[in-house]
Structures are given as C-alpha cells and as structure tokens.
C-alpha cells in the first residue's frame, strides 16, 4: 500500500501561482510513476501531468503545457505541481496519484484525498 497526502491549495487570483505537494509513505516511493489529476465540479476526472519513478521523463496535459511543471524529490518521498499562470478553468480538487507510466500518461493504483484549488477572475 501506498499512503499519498497532498498539500498547497488554496484560492488565488488568475496569473497567480500556487505549488502543490503530495507526501507518500509505504511503499518505496521510487518504485512508482507519479502524476496529478483533477476534477471540476460536474466533470469527469482529468489527467495533468506524469513524471516516471527517476524523474527523467515527464508528460503534461496540452492545457497545462508551459504553465505547470511537474517534479519529484525520491529523498523526501515528495511529488510537486508548480502551477504559474493560474486561469479560472484550471479549478478544481487536484488529485496525487502513484502507479505505472503508460505513456502519455498513467494508470493509478493509488490516491491521495485530493486538495482544492480556487481561481478567481
């Protein structure tokens, strides 16, 4: 099993940023690719980004390309979303998930409770 825990949500303006953690405990963190989903209110959960268990490959959803970063720190056992140039269509609770690279994204086997983000206009 693997416990996933996220952090950092919050309500911004739109062009501000935020920056989210997701802290795993159990199993070898290194062991597993890491990604982010999210869910909009009335939507269906949605892929964001992918990173592979080393840090090496990363993968980002066409909506978020070159406005979130995604990297992992195997030491602290830590997951980050750097999110810059916030829009009011990126709300949503924001999901950490561990589980296998399937390239352009990943299966989840795991995930954490989720954080809310809030962009105003």
């Known amino acids: 099993q693997v416990q996933l825990v996220e952090s950092g949500g919050g309500l911004v303006q739109a062009g501000e940023s935020l920056r989210l953690s997701c802290v795993a405990s159990?199993?070898?963190?290194?062991?597993?690719?890491m990604g982010w989903f999210r869910q909009a209110p009335g939507k269906e959960r949605e892929f964001v980004a992918v990173i592979n268990s080393n840090g090496g490959l990363t993968k980002h959803a066409d909506s978020v390309k070159d406005r979130f970063t995604i990297s992992r720190d195997n030491g602290k056992n830590t997951l980050y979303l750097q999110m810059d140039n916030l829009k009011p269509e990126d709300t949503a609770v924001y999901y950490c998930?561990?589980?296998?690279?399937?390239?352009?994204?990943?299966?989840?086997?795991?995930w954490g409770q989720g954080t809310q983000v809030t962009v105003s206009s």
């Open positions: 998930a561990a589980g296998i690279l399937e390239i352009p994204t990943m299966r989840p086997d795991y």
């Open positions: 159990g199993r070898p963190f290194n062991g597993y690719a």
